[in-house]
């Protein structure tokens, strides 16, 4: 175990049963999207959108995990939903009645939820968007108090 510099400690992690593949999906190809809005945005705006969601209290956004499930068990941001990549193709009526509404995905570092949401886009998800860092950035910048791996 060794102490980072934030003052938490920190182990290897091995609690996966089967190796994470980082690999593209087939179906998530990169294309330019179709919506004339931005297709990232900062966790410090999503932090905003998510305080002024508590205020309200209504759900204006959704915000989408898009890692996979033995990661989401190690961090999340709170109030987010878990829907893995590797799951979105075959899962993505779930989202249906979200079609209308903001989807804000992330993973880890961004490079996931770009494809995601780049591939929302693509199903007609017109205000899907990517939170750039990830909850990496997350940890960083918003919440220093979750553990970053």
């Known amino acids: 175990m060794r102490r980072r510099a934030n ?3 920190a182990e290897p992690y091995s609690g996966t049963t ?3 593949n980082y690999e593209p999906c087939e179906s998530l190809s990169m294309t330019t999207p179709s919506a ?4 990232e945005i900062d966790c410090r705006q999503v932090n905003e959108k998510l305080t002024a969601t508590k205020q ?3 759900a204006e956004f959704v915000l989408l995990d898009c890692r996979e499930e ?3 068990a190690l961090v999340r941001i709170e109030s987010s939903r878990l829907l893995p990549m590797s799951e979105i193709a075959t899962r993505v009526e779930e989202l249906a009645e979200h079609r209308d509404a903001e989807i804000i995905v992330y993973c880890h570092h961004g ?4 494809q995601v949401a780049t591939w929302l886009r693509q199903q007609g998800f017109a205000h899907a968007t990517s939170m750039i860092g990830g909850v ?3 940890a960083i910048e918003i919440d220093p108090s979750l553990a970053r791996y």
């Open 111 to 114: 490079m996931r939820s770009l």
């Open 56 to 58: 309200t209290d209504s």
């Open 7 to 9: 003052g938490f400690y």
């Open 18 to 20: 089967r190796p994470l």
């Open 70 to 72: 033995d990661e989401y």
């Open 136 to 138: 990496d950035r997350w």
């Open 36 to 39: 004339d809005s931005p297709i």
